[in-house]
Structures are given as structure tokens and as C-alpha cells.
């Protein structure tokens, strides 16, 4: 089992950045691979970004390719999405998740239960 907390959203004006954290207990979330997903209100949960458990490797959603980054501290059971130069459509709830389903970028077993992140225009 593995418990997921993020934190680090809230309300950034368009242009802006915001760094959200992942705090990871149980398993040991060092050999897990581990991502980021947002869902806006009305929409489907959406995947962001991805990370292998080493870091050795990550994948993007295009809309955020070259603003936002993301990174882990397997020593800090933590993984980080860095992200800049915020839009209006940034805005959703971001979920943590970790332990890939199948080695999938875009299939998990553990959830967070997400942070808003709001960017206003």
C-alpha cells in the first residue's frame, strides 16, 4: 500500500509558477515510477507528466512540454512538478499517483487525493 499527499497548489495569476509536492509513505516508493495528473471541472482526468522510479526517464503531455518539469527525491519519498509560465487552462485539481500499471505512463495504482491549482487571467 502506498499513501500519496500532495501539496503546493493555489491561486497564481497567468505567467506565473507554482512548484506541487507528492509526499509518498509505505511501499517502497523508490522502485515505483510515479506521475502527475490534473482533471478540470466538467473534464476527464487528464495525464500531465510521468517519471520513472530511477528518474532516468520522463514523459510529457504536449500541452505542458517546456514549462513544466518533473523530478523526484527517492531520499525524501517525493516527487515534485515544477511548473512556469502558468495558463487559465492550467487550472484544474492535480492528482499524485504512483505504481505504474504495466510499466504504462498513463495507468496507476495509488492516488492522491489532489491539490487546486487555479491560474487567473
Known amino acids: 500500500q502506498v499513501q500519496l499527499v500532495e501539496s503546493g497548489g493555489g491561486l497564481v495569476q497567468a505567467g506565473g509558477s507554482l512548484r506541487l509536492s507528492c509526499a509518498a509513505s509505505g511501499r517502497t516508493f523508490s522502485r515505483l515510477n510515479a506521475g502527475w495528473f490534473r482533471q478540470a471541472p466538467g473534464k476527464a482526468r487528464d495525464f500531465v507528466a510521468g517519471i520513472t522510479w530511477s528518474g532516468g526517464s520522463t514523459h510529457y503531455a504536449d500541452p505542458v512540454k517546456a514549462r513544466f518539469t518533473i523530478s523526484r527525491d527517492n531520499a525524501k519519498n517525493t516527487v515534485y512538478l515544477q511548473m512556469n509560465s502558468l495558463k487559465p487552462e492550467d487550472t484544474a485539481v492535480y492528482y499524485c499517483?504512483?505504481?505504474?500499471?504495466?510499466?504504462?505512463?498513463?495507468?496507476?495504482?495509488?492516488w492522491g487525493q489532489g491539490t487546486q491549482v487555479t491560474v487567473s487571467s
Open positions: 499517483a504512483a505504481d505504474a500499471v504495466r510499466s504504462s505512463w498513463y495507468e496507476y495504482n495509488y
